[in-house]
């Protein structure tokens, strides 16, 4: 339940690294919605982008963990930036180490974890949120193309992290529409193939930085090698990551709290009022001992479910307590820190408003907070799926 010493070092080695290279161009990022354009490279240098992929196919080693503490420290920084570590580490790479053939992960992963290219997971539509297995995008087989055998991918997704600068992605289509979402299929699309654009970039509340948009098919040419995993197994695709993704980004909750929970610790000893430091006033030392309390918690069931995904079989409880705790950790938190500070937490010149804005996304991306509700109770009931 606790992390090791080398867990401890890559923490502490990826926290002093988002300070330095981050920490001077986090508001800016905010502000300006602005991807720095060269720090997936400054990430990809770092072996950060590596995390948990093979050396033999260009990564750093590690695991899991390895890439969830990444996502921590740059979480303790800018969230931003780290949503979209996640979106390329997690979401495209990891799920393509586990479901690609040799050859797609020869081609792809060493670019991955350089930097040289950025990854993103395409599944949600604008009338597929939550019911992910409703999607409409389709993807026909046909071996009438110049290039030989492959499919047409017609179809909008939305809400896309890293979907405006990503030159990898995995995308779920229906190749069997009639079987519904046992006619799911996953599929490896590039930047540069023939039908393929990226349509409105969207302007968020929060994780401003994090490129997000909608992408357009229209007779998007993808060949047949490109398919991931087998025809008509995306749902399995699909499933495969679905613990670790919960389990990773309940990370990226723990990391935005605790960063929360230490800059309002620090202002409240710092602030007078009534002649007093307010951190001698019981009503703050009570929001400072929750606070404390909450992110305490949500780190040991982050690391739990980690641990439990890593192990091999079904953690599904297990992830989806970690992110939903996390995420309601790091809401409650954020609001709290901005309380804390008063009037100067609602102003663009302190970080926790950035961050109370940058929180809520935790209660909605990656499955809601009524889904992950939904999922555990499930577990408990015995009712899986």
Request: a positive charge; proline letters at 4%.
């Given at each position: 339940m606790e992390l090791n010493e080398e867990e401890l070092a890559v923490a502490e080695s990826a926290l002093r690294w988002a300070r330095r290279e981050l920490g001077p161009i986090a508001d800016h990022i905010d502000q300006e919605d602005a991807f720095p354009p060269d720090l997936f490279t400054r990430l990809g240098d770092q072996g950060y982008l590596g995390a948990g992929i093979p050396v033999e196919y260009g990564g750093a080693g590690g695991d899991l963990m390895t890439a969830a503490l990444v996502g921590w420290a740059l979480a303790r920084v800018s969230p931003a930036v780290a949503l979209s570590y996640g979106g390329n580490v997690n979401l495209c790479a990891h799920n393509l180490l586990r479901n690609g053939t040799p050859e797609q992960k020869r081609r792809y992963l060493p670019g991955l974890a350089a930097g040289k290219l950025i990854g993103a997971m395409a599944l949600t539509e604008p009338n597929a949120g939550s019911d992910a297995t409703s999607i409409r995008t389709t993807a026909i087989r046909t071996a009438a193309r110049p290039a030989g055998d492959g499919y047409i991918l017609n179809g909008t997704k939305m809400f896309i992290t890293n979907g405006p600068i990503a030159d990898l992605i995995v995308v779920y289509a229906k190749t069997a529409p009639e079987l519904g979402k046992k006619g799911i299929s996953a599929f490896l699309v590039e930047n540069g193939f023939a039908g393929f654009s990226v349509g409105q970039r969207l302007d968020k509340m929060g994780m401003r930085g994090s490129p997000t948009?909608?992408?357009?098919?229209?007779?998007?040419?993808?060949?047949?090698?490109?398919?991931?995993?087998?025809e008509n197994e995306g749902l399995r695709v699909m499933m495969s990551g679905l613990d670790a993704e919960r389990a990773y980004y309940s990370f990226t909750g723990v990391g935005l709290a605790e960063e929360a929970f230490a800059l309002a610790l620090r202002y409240?000893?710092?602030?007078?009022?009534?002649?007093?430091?307010?951190?001698?006033f019981q009503l703050v030392q009570s929001k400072l001992a929750?606070?404390?309390?909450?992110?305490?918690?949500?780190?040991?069931?982050?690391?739990?479910?980690?641990?439990?995904t890593e192990a091999g079989g079904r953690a599904s409880k297990e992830a989806a307590a970690a992110i939903f705790f996390a995420a309601e950790t790091a809401r409650f938190v954020t609001d709290q820190a901005v309380q804390i500070h008063g009037g100067y937490g609602y102003t663009k010149d302190y970080a926790v408003e950035r961050f109370f804005r940058d929180a809520k996304l935790l209660e909605i991306g990656a499955g809601t907070q009524e889904i992950r509700r939904l999922v555990i109770a499930a577990e408990l009931l015995g009712q899986r799926h």
């Open positions: 948009a909608e992408l357009v098919f229209t007779d998007c040419e993808v060949p047949a090698t490109n398919r991931l995993g087998p409240a000893t710092q602030r007078e009022q009534f002649g007093a430091k307010i951190s001698e929750e606070m404390y309390a909450r992110v305490e918690a949500a780190r040991l069931l982050a690391i739990r479910a980690i641990r439990r």
